[in-house]
């Protein structure tokens, strides 16, 4: 969120400091500007074999109202998803009928100084699909969010109704370009299905493993956490075996001090 802005800066650079010094990060922070910002995600990974939704950024600074970001929209349709570019849980995301819905939500984000982009709504009861990646490999259930009736958003924390059915194969035969792209232990892919096709639709390299709520045990929740903090092992472990070395408190001190 925009006041959480100089937190993010400081860890932000707290974690290029510790990637310099030679440690191991299972999320290098190069990664980081790209997965937050949706634009910049779909840029990153823009031949994907899953294509992405149509995406234009929306910078609402102080000349916002001069609405000079609409020769960009010339070939929008309505209605039209409108969503800050780096807000996370569905927060934000709104439905806009017309030009005008985006102009008084652009002015509200000029207050907020909170980046947009707007996206074509695929349509009432668009499924969202999330592939959890382990070691470059998907997970064998996918968490599927079903939005509420009459609702844009299938976030959970917006009312959307979560199952866990088997991965779709056209997603199984799609991570294999996500792994190499994204050579990290754990991420999520998120995908959207309109009834006829799937979108990519954003990357969370942190992303939420939900809990099953019918499972009193919570079995596959369980086994993901597992499987997640095994792949951060397992990734640290290559990386000591192809030449990595954590900093001694010498070397430490050293750089501390020069």
């Known amino acids: 969120m925009p006041y ?12 290029s400091v510790l990637e310099q010094l030679g440690f191991y990060l299972p999320f290098p922070p190069w990664l980081s500007p790209i997965a937050n910002d949706k634009l910049a995600t779909l840029l990153y990974l823009r031949d994907a074999p899953v294509p992405p939704i149509p995406t234009v950024r929306i910078g ?14 010339a070939d929008l349709t309505y209605p039209a998803i409108v969503k800050p570019a780096g807000w996370c849980g569905g927060g934000g995301v709104n439905l806009a009928r017309n030009a005008e819905d985006i102009r008084g939500l652009a002015t509200l984000a000029q207050g907020g100084d909170t980046t947009l982009v707007v996206q074509p709504y695929l ?10 990646v382990i070691d470059g490999r998907p997970y064998p259930r996918v968490l599927r969010r079903t939005p509420e009736p009459g609702s844009p ?31 990290i232990p754990f991420y999520c892919i998120d995908f959207l299905f309109d009834g006829e096709r799937f979108w990519f639709s954003e ?5 939420v ?3 099953e709520f019918h499972d009193p045990q919570r079995a596959l929740q369980r086994e993901l956490t597992r499987a ?17 070395a954590a900093p001694t408190l010498a070397h430490l001190s050293g750089m501390v001090t020069t």
């Open 4 to 15: 959480q802005s100089a937190d993010i800066f400081n860890q932000y650079a707290l974690y």
């Open 203 to 207: 990357l969370e390299p942190d992303g």
């Open 209 to 211: 493993i939900a809990p």
């Open 153 to 183: 958003v299938s976030n959970a924390s917006r009312g959307g109704i979560m199952d866990f059915p088997p991965t779709p194969p056209e997603l199984v035969a799609a991570t294999a370009y996500f792994a190499e792209k994204l050579p």
């Open 228 to 244: 997640r903090f095994a792949a951060y092992r397992d990734g640290h472990t290559r990386w000591l075996a192809n030449g990595g």
């Open 123 to 132: 349509g009432d009861g668009t499924v969202d699909y999330r592939v959890y």
């Open 60 to 73: 609402t600074g102080r000349d916002v109202g001069k609405h000079l970001y609409e020769v960009a929209l």
